[in-house]
């Protein structure tokens, strides 16, 4: 699929963003002051401007206000609602934290659990797409999910954020594995797209349009396989490997400060993979697989 930067830059940057407040929120940081004020503002901009960037992928930004009218069936819209509980539930904590007032840390903890709640309703967007085997398996939330956690960890200087980076890397590397295969395991074919499998082995004949439209532009994406297999090592090396050996080392802030541009460079390294290598099963009208 076509792999807009809009969508790559909200879930990336609010995945990291939920995932430190989450950790500010459960209390494994208790700055206070300005220090306070510091954290909870980079996880706050963090999650707000990936949220903001999603609305650039609207042909209208004004239409997300209507994400919040479908929750019942709508994964979208479930997220919409998780992220503004989410934000609101922690304010107070965090205007505890900085002005140092006494406040219930069952507050943050809550606030925490709907943060990590709101990165499961993004990845779950995707995950319920049965057009696109790639995503269509239960991997994709744990994917999400420890992305955020392990970029929560590395910016709240945890002990074992390099272990959740390693684990991070493993993920991706069974992500990889699994995805490779979706769409062949699915068994989609021209035939049972067009429902004339039962006839024998459909063939395109001719375009079903003769210039660009919607489908062709946003669905059919193709990605060479030498540029991924290069751009899936980069990936792997800057989310997970190289951050987990700084952290390792006893670097203080500037090696935090380093692991963390480094890890977001290989989650948007692998996000834009996690889209343009998705295959979505309208390609097989077009005689394409991509």
Known sequence: MHPAPSVILFSTLSGLGLGFLAFLGWGALQPSGWAAFLLWALGYALALGGLMASTFHLGNPRNALKAFTQWRTSWLSREAWAAVATLVVLAPVALADIFGLALPRLVGQIGGTLALLT??????????????????????????????????????????????????????????????GAFARAGQTMGTATGLDTLGVP??????????????????????????????????????????????????????????????????????????EAEHVVGLYYGARG
């Open 119 to 180: 990165v499961f309703t993004t990845a779950m967007i995707y995950t319920q797409i049965r057009a696109v085997p790639r995503w269509h398996h239960w991997l994709t939330p744990v994917m999400f999910l420890t992305f955020a956690l392990a970029g929560g960890a590395m910016l709240a200087d945890r002990a074992w954020a390099p272990v959740l980076l390693v684990v991070t890397g493993i993920v991706l590397l069974a992500v990889w594995r699994i995805g490779d």
């Open 203 to 276: 063939s395109v004949l001719d375009p079903a349009h003769t210039a660009g439209n919607y489908l062709k532009r946003e669905m059919i994406f193709v990605v060479g396989r030498k540029h991924a297999a290069k751009l899936r090592k980069i990936a792997l090396l800057l989310a997970s490997v190289l951050p987990a050996l700084i952290l390792f080392l006893p670097s203080g802030v500037w090696g935090i400060a380093l692991a963390s541009c480094l890890h977001l460079a290989g989650a948007l390294a692998a996000r834009w993979l996690f889209f343009a």
